[in-house]
């Protein structure tokens, strides 16, 4: 089955700095790559998803993803940080078959400082 | 807000009730998903529907019973839990399951907090 690996469980940031959140999948086949995010007590929010049409994914709120398919890399960046920025992300890959679930990485929490 | 709505918002229960979570959602969507998920863990697989129909249990407990009346409607009784099946659960829906929609993702709702006593 394919999988995710989120380097990093803690990353943090000053506000207006760059946001590096960093997924690498396996999978020697393209893969179904999404970027969810979690606020406090609050459900998974999608924020981009890969679709091969493109490798750069730009997604909500200023985020936006570049799939490297030479280095097995989905990563999350937004250019300048915003204490709203602050929450749970998860990268995740959707297996294929008709089982189609969803699996996840263990997550980053965005911590966002003044 | 979110298109999927569950019910309710939080819910604690002893350990010889039987309680039941709701799941609900308008978006015509034919998969429908129950996953759980422990504090600062990500969430994990429950159960899969997939035009009503239970297509993945992932060696769930049967305290857990799954049951899609309907393609609107997802529910999870609970019956006889123990304390460490304290965790939020979390519905999400797809358009429908198999290769042609891979790259649907899956929209989630706010989740039910459980508490189990």
């Known amino acids: 089955a394919q999988s995710v690996t989120q380097l990093g469980s803690h990353v943090s940031v000053s506000e207006g700095a760059l946001v590096l959140l960093r997924c690498n999948y396996s999978s020697s086949v393209p893969p179904y790559l999404f970027w969810y995010v979690q606020y406090p007590n609050q459900g998974l929010q999608l924020l981009l998803k890969?679709?091969?049409?493109?490798?750069l994914v730009k997604g909500i709120n200023g985020f936006e993803a570049e799939f490297k398919k030479s280095e097995t890399s989905f990563h999350l960046t937004k250019p300048s940080a915003h204490m709203s920025d602050a929450a749970e992300y998860f990268c995740?890959?959707?297996?294929?078959?008709?089982?189609?679930?969803?699996?996840f990485g263990t997550g980053t929490r965005l911590q966002v400082t003044l | 807000d979110t298109e999927v709505t569950q019910t309710p918002k939080h819910l604690v229960m002893g350990m010889t009730n039987k309680k039941s979570l709701k799941c609900e959602q308008h978006?015509?969507?034919?998969?429908m998903y129950w996953y759980k998920q422990k504090a600062k863990k990500p969430p994990e697989l429950m159960f899969v529907y997939s035009y009503e129909k239970l297509s993945i249990n992932e060696s769930v407990p049967s305290r857990f019973s799954p049951e899609c009346p309907n393609s609107s409607l997802l529910n999870l009784h609970l019956h006889a839990l123990q304390p460490e099946d304290s965790a939020l659960y979390l519905c999400?829906?797809?358009?429908?399951?198999?290769?042609?929609?891979?790259?649907?993702?899956?929209?989630f709702g706010n989740g039910t907090r459980l508490t189990v006593t």
């Open positions: 995740a890959v959707r297996n294929t078959g008709t089982a189609s679930k969803l699996t």
């Open positions: 999400a829906s797809s358009p429908r399951q198999g290769d042609s929609v891979k790259n649907s993702p899956l929209h």
């Open positions: 978006m015509g969507h034919r998969a």
């Open positions: 890969y679709t091969s049409a493109a490798t």
